[in-house]
């Protein structure tokens, strides 16, 4: 499935998408509902992914 197939599938721009492939764009709560209905997962699921992520961003720059 190309990523204009699935931006088709989730309602919104492959520009989107993309970026939020490439860590461009975070996930936000509408991406969330969106990532979940398709893949058949929770919100919080993709919410929680996110947030580790941006935990994980926070910590390695702050100085040791």
Do not use: C, H
Not at 21 to 43: F, N, Y
Not at 50 to 56: G, K
């Amino acid at each position: 499935m190309t990523q204009v197939e699935v931006a088709e599938r989730m309602g919104m721009s492959a520009n989107r998408l993309n970026e939020l492939i490439k860590g461009k764009r975070g996930v936000t709560a509408d991406t969330a509902l969106r990532l979940a209905q398709l893949l058949k997962t929770s919100p919080e699921f993709w919410m929680n992914l996110q947030n580790a992520y941006d935990l994980y961003e926070a910590q390695q720059a702050m100085p040791a």
